[in-house]
């Protein structure tokens, strides 16, 4: 039966996780198509792995199965999990890696915690039926050994009751939105390097005031006076709002991360120029 499964893991690509993943899923369903969004997520970088997640997976066909393993929490109390949406199915770990697509489901509304699910338009699952899992299961390996193959079965139209019952809530991030200070800076942080070095904050357009002109974009103690609306038009470094409608800073020609030594989870800050 073909259908698309996307990986997304912290695993890199110089070892053979990613491929051990791969001949799991390939051994359950031949047929699957497996597309790869990206396995240089920071090691343990829940937050990056769930921005990254967000960026792409609207793009790909109605009921892709998105497999997603950055799990810190491996061989612990975290439950792993399936959430089922109109559109598509996620496997992942319940640790916050779904806050995007939970918060969408939840009108922009989610909070950090445990988000209650609104079963009419999402519903959860979680995995403890072993039946689907590998015999021999690794306590450092549940991508392999868990996610990979109920991936795959799922991928061969299991039933979603088949793997479990389903639970009433998902865990959220406290990095998925911006928080207001009392003096009024919106301080939010790096979720994301880009291949071009550009920063990619958790802060979006309408978390912004109508006019930035009057804005002071603060990072790594550099300070950046409003928004441009390309890359090319700063000399120096910019701040804008990037394809994915998030806060980026970007420098012209050049790798603003490497040039500021800026790194993921670096705070974030923006400043109105009229207090």
């Known amino acids: 039966m073909t259908a698309v499964i996307t990986l997304t893991t912290d695993f890199g690509l110089a070892d053979a996780y990613v491929a051990a993943m791969k001949g799991v899923i390939l051994g359950i369903n031949l047929d699957a198509r497996l597309v790869d969004i990206s396995h ?13 997640l967000r960026t792409a997976y609207k ?8 497999l997603i ?12 999990v399936i959430l089922r949406t109109p559109e598509v199915d996620f496997v992942a770990p319940d640790n916050g890696v779904l806050s995007y697509i939970i918060d969408e489901y ?5 909070v950090a915690g445990r988000q209650p699910l609104d079963t009419a338009r999402a519903q959860a699952i979680e995995i403890t039926n072993r039946r689907y899992w590998l015999s021999d299961v690794s306590a450092t390996f549940h991508g392999r050994d868990i996610f990979a193959p109920v991936a795959a079965h799922l991928s061969l139209g299991t039933p979603l009751a088949e793997f479990g019952d389903a639970i009433p809530s998902l865990a959220v991030l406290p990095a998925l939105k911006p928080r207001l200070e009392p003096d009024g800076t919106l301080t ?3 979720l994301h390097i880009d291949n071009f070095g550009n920063l990619i904050t958790n802060i979006r357009k309408p978390d912004l005031p109508p006019d930035t002109t009057g804005i002071t974009v603060e990072v790594k103690s550099r300070l950046i006076n409003g928004l441009a609306k390309t890359y090319a038009e700063s000399d120096g470094l910019c701040a804008l709002i990037g394809s994915s409608g998030h806060l980026e800073v970007a420098l012209k020609n050049g790798n603003a991360a490497a040039y500021i030594n800026a790194e993921v989870d670096d705070q974030v800050k923006i400043r109105s120029n009229e207090e």
Do not use: L
Not at 40 to 52: D, E, G, L, R, Y
Not at 69 to 80: H, L, M, S
Not at 106 to 110: D, I, L, S, V, Y
């Open 40 to 52: 240089t997520i920071k090691p343990q970088s829940i937050a990056q792995a769930a921005f990254v």
């Open 59 to 66: 793009f790909f066909p109605r009921r892709t199965i998105h």
């Open 69 to 80: 393993v950055v799990d810190p929490g491996v061989g612990i109390e975290r439950k792993a």
């Open 106 to 110: 939840a009108g922009g509304n989610a």
């Open 188 to 190: 939010g942080c790096v």
